[in-house]
């Protein structure tokens, strides 16, 4: 019989640290409002929102609705990031990183580059991009589904390394010329161009993940040991392929179940759409190291979803 693990409830410890890391962020965004840095309180503000209410809504919200709490988690996590770039025109993101590298300097966007991007994957995989990434944060939201269906090879995959020496290269050109406001804006609208451009294009949101956002082309390599990973029964398994139809990321997700595999893709970001497609319970968000029969390809043809 199909099983439903849909309202089952996380461990009360996952409650206590959620709502830990969002007392810790709280204080930090009434320490730095006192500061003056109100840009970076609203952020660690938003971050705690994020991290504490809105990821126990997820947590607690019947299987139907979780797609829709985490969005909210998404767009909340994402307003982070964006809050000090358009208050005090400070980037977070891979140029704001770059630029401090070039400038020798060390600053908000070393600290959170480090952290999202190179050392938190390791553990957490791509939890940024499912999770709390301004761009996906708007481009879940476009009215699309893929209707492209299977991975493009050839030139495709390595598109995102482009994208990467675009984003150093605008870094270091931009290095004491462009500041504050007018950078975070023209960086936000190529941003926001280049993705909501793909995703028209390709019918495909995640289109811009997938093939050339900067970030992808560190994040697919460092979440690869990640020890936060989807993981399948195969006993539960019947073959069904709903898991690969909802991947907005394209990984052969039915593949890897029959297999008895984690998902060790360098695109899963963590979103956990299969999860809740499976109505046999057969896959679920674990912990453990990663091995060698971990590595899952994207799906020669996905279907339309
Ligand atoms: S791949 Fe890039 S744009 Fe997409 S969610 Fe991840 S960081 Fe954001
Ligand atoms: S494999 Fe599952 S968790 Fe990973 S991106 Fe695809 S649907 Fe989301």
């Not at 500061?35 to 503000?45: L, M, P």
């Not at 979103?271 to 968000?285: D, E, M």
């Amino acid at each position: 019989m199909a099983r439903d693990t849909g309202s089952i409830l996380p461990h009360p410890a996952v409650f206590l640290a959620t709502f830990a890391v969002t007392a810790v962020a709280w204080t930090a965004a009434g320490l730095l409002w006192s500061a003056e840095a109100h840009a970076f309180a609203v952020s660690a503000f938003l971050l705690g929102l994020s991290l504490g209410p809105c990821l126990t809504a997820y947590a607690t919200a019947p299987r139907a609705q979780k797609q829709r709490q985490r969005r909210l988690v998404l767009f909340t996590g994402g307003l982070s990031i964006l809050a000090p770039a358009l208050l005090a025109g400070v980037s977070l993101d891979l140029e704001g990183f770059f630029g401090a590298l070039w400038a020798g300097t060390a600053g908000a966007a070393v600290g959170h580059t480090l952290v999202s991007v190179i050392l938190g994957p390791l553990v957490f995989g791509r939890v940024l991009c499912g999770w709390g990434c301004w761009r996906a944060m708007v481009l879940e939201l476009l009215p699309l589904r893929r209707a492209i269906p299977g991975a493009r090879r050839g030139a495709w995959p390595v598109l995102p390394y482009l994208g990467l020496a675009i984003s150093g290269g605008a870094a270091v050109l931009a290095s004491g010329r462009s500041h504050g406001l007018t950078a975070a804006l023209v960086a936000g609208g190529v941003y926001y161009g280049s993705s909501i451009g793909m995703a028209v294009a390709f019918r495909d949101p995640r289109a811009f993940c997938k093939h050339l956002c900067p970030s992808s082309a560190i994040l697919r390599w460092t979440s690869r040991p990640a020890l936060l990973r989807v993981a399948a029964d195969p006993a539960a398994c019947d073959g069904c392929g709903a898991c690969s139809r909802v991947c907005p990321m394209e990984v052969d997700v039915a593949g890897a179940a029959a297999g008895a595999r984690r998902i060790g893709s360098g695109d899963c970001i963590l979103c956990q759409r299969c999860v809740q497609a499976c109505t046999r319970g057969a896959l679920r968000l674990r912990w453990g190291r990663a091995t060698t029969k971990d590595p899952t390809p994207r799906t020669a043809a996905a279907p339309c979803r």
